[in-house]
């Protein structure tokens, strides 16, 4: 049983910082992607930032320059750091991993429960 744990979120103000994390309590025989994704009231949810199996980022245009996602592989966590936040960040935001338990399966989802992240004018 993998269960992906997030902390972090929170209320912040206008041109504040968060960091979320997600650690994984299972182990993985290999993760080929581990991204945050964000759903905000009434809208989709969308891809916010990316990290590959080899490290390459990606980041939604409405976050770059603004968000660092990045990975401890010893520790199988995710992390987003949020800087200079905008009302318009205010979301649920969840960490998904992309992979394998074993190398018998083929990857599957794992996603966490969600953290609130509200961002006050």
């Known amino acids: 049983q993998v269960q992906l744990v997030e902390s972090g979120g929170g209320l912040v103000q206008s041109g504040g910082s968060l960091t979320l994390s997600c650690s994984a309590s299972g182990s993985f025989f290999s993760i080929n992607a581990m991204n945050w994704y964000r759903q905000a009231r009434g809208k989709q949810r969308e891809l916010v930032a990316a990290i590959s199996r080899t490290g390459v980022t990606n980041y939604a245009d409405s976050v770059k320059g603004r968000f660092t996602i990045s990975r401890d592989n010893a520790k199988n966590t995710l992390y987003l750091q949020m800087n200079s936040l905008k009302p318009e960040d205010t979301a649920v935001y969840y960490c998904?991993?992309?992979?394998?338990?074993?190398?018998?399966?083929?990857?599957?989802?794992?996603w966490g429960q969600g953290t609130q992240v509200t961002v006050s004018s």
């Open positions: 998904h991993y992309r992979g394998r338990r074993s190398w018998t399966t083929n990857d599957n989802d794992y």
